[in-house]
């Protein structure tokens, strides 16, 4: 009977055991998902915080940077980038600063870096001129009387009158309007080595060609190679495709020469100065 009841005892404390690990299997368990709950919701909380600062970021970038009133003067390669300039444009305006001048309004400001409407429309509004500019009276604004000469009769010295051009040029000038035997058109000014296009607009508003050249036209068909050289619109193997050509072709004409390569509608019109 004895080893009956401490059998039953000793059953019983084990099964206490029992219960009690298995609570503290439950609490431990409780304790984990818990923690996971937990741990997850912070993590979500992290990427969240992150995500919205990402997000401030964009919008931040995507707003416009405030703007100051500025002198378009002096826009720098970077500050014209910021103002959305493309490199051409920049480079206009620079290259119109290095000639010694000044942008004294929004309409040249436009014509000379050929700027959009819209952009002028946009970032006009903050330009900011000297106040010698802004004041000045419609009597001082109206530009000066300027004397028109002669290209083709000027001498060098009358050409450094010209902003840009110094003694160098002004001989270049001189030299190459020699060799054509005297300038046909204003834009033949561009053909001269090393004269900026924005000098080559100052020489047109202050020369004109009133005299024009004299020279007789040599007919195609009867030129000599000598001549042909003299002509400072052809090389010495473009002379000699010409002479070809007129050999194996007794009526040899233009629109011939029209089909031949290096012989464009430009060279056709510079060879009509001096041939027929």
Known sequence: ???????????????????????????????????????????????????QEQIDLVKLQKQQPRIFPFNPNYISLSKGYQLGLSVKEIERLHLYRDSGEFINSVAAFEQITQVTPSWIKQYSPYFKFPDWVTTQTEKTKRPKSIEVKDLNTSSARDLTQVRGIGEVLS?????????????????????????????VEKVKRQFKLITKPERVKIPIAEVTMEALLRIPYL?????????????????LSFENLRSEPGFDSLKIERLALYLQ
């Open 1 to 51: 009977m004895l080893k009956r009841r401490s059998f039953a005892f000793r059953s019983f404390r084990t099964q206490r055991v029992a219960f009690f690990l298995f609570l503290v299997l439950i609490g431990f368990q409780i304790y984990l998902d818990r923690y996971t709950l937990e741990k997850d919701a912070m993590d979500i909380l992290a990427f969240d915080a992150a995500l």
């Open 171 to 199: 001989k270049r000038i001189v030299k190459y309007r020699t060799r054509l035997q005297g300038f046909d058109e204003l834009d033949q000014l561009y053909e001269v080595y090393g004269l900026d296009s924005l000098v």
């Open 235 to 251: 090389s010495k193997s473009e002379a000699k495709k010409i002479i070809g050509l007129r050999t194996r072709n007794q009526n």
